[in-house]
């Protein structure tokens, strides 16, 4: 069982930053990708980025593309998220996203940690 645990949610205001960290343990078998959702009440979780461990790929949200960037280390199972220019609608619950795609496959999540920016 792998467990994630997410830190450096926060209040900011619009245009300021904040970086969300992602770390992730436990679990015998090794993810293919590390990413971030969020999640807004009365709406359905939504993609924000995600980084493949081969190749370091990474693949972003059009909303967020030129404002966040997400980095991570497959050695240490972490995922970075630093987040630039923040805007109101960027208000929400970011989830991390352990991901196994080949087999056994598998998905794990994290609790959420709340962002909230200010306008």
């Known amino acids: 069982q792998v467990q994630l645990v997410e830190s450096g949610g926060g209040l900011v205001q619009a245009g300021g930053s904040l970086r969300l960290s992602c770390a992730a343990s436990?679990?015998?078998?090794?993810?293919?990708?590390m990413g971030w959702f969020r999640q807004t009440p009365g709406k359905e979780r939504e993609f924000v980025a995600e980084?493949?461990?081969?190749?370091?790929?990474?693949e972003y949200a059009d909303s967020v593309k030129g404002r966040f960037t997400i980095s991570g280390d497959n050695t240490r199972n972490s995922v970075d998220l630093q987040m630039n220019s923040l805007k109101p609608e960027d208000t929400a619950v970011y989830y991390c996203?352990?991901?196994?795609?080949?087999?056994?496959?598998?998905?794990?999540w994290g609790q959420g940690t709340q962002v909230t920016v200010s306008s």
């Open positions: 996203r352990w991901r196994r795609l080949r087999t056994p496959s598998a998905n794990y």
């Open positions: 436990g679990g015998a078998i090794r993810s293919d990708s």
């Open positions: 980084v493949y461990w081969t190749g370091g790929s990474t």
